[in-house]
């Protein structure tokens, strides 16, 4: 009986795990952490691109972990096929830390997957540790098992109606899973003559923010991670740099760019709150904040801060969102001013940056 015929897809009721990689000691490594896993389990195990495609059209996974680098078919060109063979899948990247490796993550989110996992160098067992981690979390939170439906979750209305929204001086946006390519769509839509400052954190690595502001950059805006000290200017677009929390100190008429690698907050570094909180103290309710698809909670204590300051929040979707976490939690905490989908988000900055 072939391994397909003896599996058995809705057995535990578990998310299911399709690993490929053409390294048997990570085949074996990875599938020990998902099977050591109470919430998840493993579908199959493949060595190259060829056979997890064939693999994901016969099992259905709820989730691929896919290495980049493989013979015969690597992950990049592996991962379309995957997901036509398997629409349902999420599809994680499995990418080293290197210029290359963020290079190629950054193509593979723009092509569909929903998010990566940096691999650790070789030997770097503390590395090795914090990817399981990682890995295991994301595979969790990206689940379609895992989302609650929509009639299950408190009614979340925006709560803004009766709150002016005067034109702002200033955006910050934060995001997390999903958050690359939903930068993108929301960067696009924004003027290239905007007037206005743009601060993002993006949870990521170094090197990855390095290539994420490079292709922001492609949006129409200037974009580049952040200096410290640097002076914010008008119509230019700054990225927290990885590991480095991206906050903002008024200094005369303007304002500088600080970054610190102080603990982290919410488990990440760069987070989202202390940029809003920063940048609320400094602008008040000339402040525009925005959430994106994330895991966790990382932004609403700054929402928090930036509705106190007089700001307006924007929210993204459920719906829309890879991971309803980050928005979620500013939405169900009532401190969204709007709630919209995604391709709704750019706009409505435009058209508030056009002041009505």
């Given at each position: 009986?072939?391994?397909?015929?003896?599996?058995?897809?809705?057995?535990?009721?578990?998310?299911?795990?399709?690993?490929?990689?053409?390294?048997?000691?990570?085949?074996?490594?990875?599938?020990?952490?998902?099977?050591?896993?109470?919430?998840?389990?493993?579908?199959?195990?493949?060595?190259?691109?060829?056979?997890?495609?064939?693999?994901?059209?016969?099992?259905?996974?709820?989730?691929?972990?896919?290495?980049?680098?493989?013979?015969?078919?690597?992950?990049?060109?592996?991962?379309?096929?995957?997901?036509?063979?398997?629409?349902?899948?999420?599809?994680?990247?499995?990418?080293?830390?290197?210029?290359?490796?963020?290079?190629?993550?950054?193509?593979?989110?723009?092509?569909?997957?929903?998010?990566?996992?940096?691999?650790?160098?070789?030997?770097?067992?503390?590395?090795?540790?914090?990817?399981?981690?990682?890995?295991?979390?994301?595979?969790?939170?990206?689940?379609?098992?895992?989302?609650?439906?929509?009639?299950?979750?408190?009614?979340?209305?925006?709560?803004?109606?009766?709150?002016?929204?005067?034109?702002?001086?200033?955006?910050?946006?934060?995001?997390?899973?999903?958050?690359?390519?939903?930068?993108?769509?929301?960067?696009?839509?924004?003027?290239?003559?905007?007037?206005?400052?743009?601060?993002?954190?993006?949870h990521m690595p170094k090197l990855f923010t390095a290539i994420l502001a490079e292709h922001l950059s492609k949006c129409g805006l200037p974009a580049a991670e952040a200096k410290h000290n640097e002076i914010i200017k008008p119509g230019r677009v700054y990225v927290a740099p990885g590991d480095w929390h991206m906050t903002v100190r008024r200094e005369g008429a303007g304002?500088?760019?600080?970054?610190?690698?102080?603990?982290?907050?919410?488990?990440?570094?760069?987070?989202?709150?202390?940029?809003?909180?920063t940048c609320a103290a400094a602008m008040g309710r000339n402040m525009l904040a925005v959430v994106l698809t994330g895991m966790g909670s990382d932004g609403r204590e700054g929402a928090r801060a930036v509705r106190e300051a007089g700001g307006q929040v924007i929210a993204q979707d459920q719906q829309t969102s890879v991971v309803w976490g980050m928005p979620g939690a500013?939405?169900?905490?009532?401190?969204?001013?709007?709630?919209?989908?995604?391709?709704?988000?750019?706009?409505?900055?435009?058209?508030?940056?056009?002041?009505?």
């Open positions: 009986m072939s391994a397909a015929a003896q599996y058995t897809p809705d057995a535990s009721g578990k998310p299911r795990v399709l690993i490929i990689d053409d390294s048997a000691v990570v085949r074996g490594l990875v599938a020990r952490w998902v099977e050591g896993d109470s919430r998840l389990e493993v579908a199959a195990t493949c060595a190259d691109g060829e056979q997890g495609v064939r693999r994901a059209k016969e099992l259905q996974p709820d989730l691929v972990v896919l290495d980049v680098e493989m013979p015969r078919m690597d992950g990049l060109t592996a991962l379309p096929l995957i997901l036509k063979a398997a629409p349902r899948a999420r599809v994680i990247m499995a990418s080293t830390l290197t210029r290359k490796g963020g290079e190629v993550t950054m193509r593979a989110l723009s092509l569909g997957a929903a998010d990566y996992a940096p691999k650790p160098e070789a030997g770097r067992v503390a590395g090795a540790e914090t990817y399981r981690i990682e890995l295991l979390d994301k595979l969790v939170a990206l689940s379609p098992r895992q989302k609650v439906p929509s009639a299950a979750r408190p009614r979340v209305a925006p709560v803004s109606a009766a709150r002016p929204a005067p034109r702002p001086g200033l955006i910050a946006i934060g995001s997390s899973t999903g958050g690359p390519q939903a930068l993108r769509d929301v960067m696009s839509a924004i003027p290239r003559d905007c007037r206005v400052p743009v601060l993002i954190t993006q304002l500088v760019t600080q970054l610190d690698q102080g603990p982290q907050i919410n488990f990440c570094r760069p987070a989202v709150d202390p940029l809003f909180e500013v939405a169900e905490a009532g401190l969204a001013d709007e709630i919209l989908p995604l391709k709704d988000i750019g706009p409505d900055i435009a058209r508030r940056l056009r002041g009505v």
